[in-house]
């Protein structure tokens, strides 16, 4: 298993924001001192904008010091319920980006936090690998499938390229969870090992189950 590129790692702390600014402190000097400290390329227009029925604090196009790299941070956004971090990196440092600006706010700022505030922490992670995923491999009834269409179509090279796990949306919590996908790549040859991959976890706990998932279709 090859890891080609990271799409999105996200990081999703949920908790009551409000109680990050308990005193009301003043709040425009903090997103400018954000911006500074993370060169964002775009910031929100106003503090007031958290208090919109849709809306939220949006930082994009920033970078953050992480592993001894400088690394992009895709967007930083601050919610009335919650805060998400994405990077094309890691969620783990996804995660260090949220833990940095936290804590960069109660310590220059005067603002209130502690991990005991976040209630849950999700994840999400899109990467391409390569690597031995031939779908078709799972079942000989998959490729009986496929040949049952070449008769009603005009071509005959149909074959399995999506493989995708879900959570049913009836139960509690179920139409919040991504799927688990495992599909060609869009635009590359199927002779190319090469595919596209999401899931609701970490991206280490993702690249781990792919690994699982390679060696179960090896067997």
């Known amino acids: 298993m ?3 590129s990271v799409h999105i790692a996200r990081s999703v702390w ?8 308990p005193r009301g402190l003043e709040t425009r000097s903090l997103l400018g001192a954000i911006k500074d400290r993370y060169a964002f390329q775009k910031v929100p227009d106003s503090p007031e904008d958290i ?3 849709s809306g939220g604090l949006e930082f994009l196009g920033g970078s953050f ?9 895709v967007s930083l956004k601050i919610f009335n319920d919650g805060l998400i971090a994405e990077t094309r990196y890691t969620t783990e440092a996804s995660d260090a980006v949220l833990d940095d600006a936290l804590n960069y706010a109660v310590h220059s700022f005067g603002w209130t936090f502690n991990q005991n505030m ?3 922490k999700a994840y999400y992670s899109e990467l391409v690998v390569e690597g031995s995923l031939n779908i078709n ?33 009836t139960v509690d919590g179920g139409t919040n969870v991504p799927q688990f996908v495992i599909e060609k790549r869009a635009g590359v040859s ?4 090469r595919y596209f991959c999401q899931a609701p976890m970490t991206t280490s706990e993702h690249l781990e189950i792919l690994a699982e998932v390679e060696k179960i279709i090896s067997e």
């Open 51 to 53: 208090s919109q029925p």
């Open 118 to 120: 976040v209630k849950r």
């Open 14 to 21: 949920l908790f009551p924001t409000e109680g990050l600014n």
């Open 190 to 193: 199927f002779t190319d090992d």
């Open 137 to 169: 491999l799972i079942s000989d009834k998959l490729q009986r499938i496929s040949s049952l269409l070449p008769a009603r179509s005009a071509t005959n090279r149909f074959t399995a390229i999506s493989l995708r796990f879900g959570v049913d949306p």
């Open 2 to 4: 090859q890891l080609i």
């Open 65 to 73: 010091l992480y592993d001894q790299q400088q690394i992009q941070i």
